[in-house]
């Protein structure tokens, strides 16, 4: 079984910074996609960055320039870090991976989602 846990949400003033860090743990062979969602209330989730396995990334134009996507494979975790957020930056944000796991089985797992609220 895999599990990622997130960290690093919280309540931050127009213009300033977050960090987000998601973890996996279990029986990893290999972690291929990772990727952040957001969903504001009301609306549909969201993609918001993206790595592929080949190190490619994707970015929503929303955050384009603003927020960083990285990973640390030898650490199977990958982070968003989060410059000059907006009000509109405010929702909860998921991390997801899509994991080879040790039985050769290959799933898309999520975290269970972290508060991000930006306001004065």
């Known amino acids: 079984q895999v599990q990622l846990m997130e960290s690093g949400g919280g309540l931050v003033q127009p213009g300033g910074s977050l960090t987000l860090s998601c973890a996996a743990s279990?029986?990893?062979?290999?972690?291929?996609?990772v990727g952040w969602y957001r969903q504001a209330p009301g609306k549909e989730r969201e993609l918001v960055a993206s790595i592929s396995s080949g190190g490619s990334t994707n970015y929503a134009d929303s955050v384009k320039g603003r927020f960083t996507i990285s990973r640390d494979n030898a650490k199977n975790t990958e982070y968003l870090q989060m410059n000059n957020l907006k009000p509109e930056d405010t929702a909860v944000y998921y991390c997801t991976m899509q994991v080879r796991s040790s039985t050769l089985q290959l799933y898309a797992y999520w975290g269970q989602g972290t508060q991000v609220t930006v306001s004065s």
């Open positions: 279990g029986s990893i062979l290999r972690v291929n996609y």
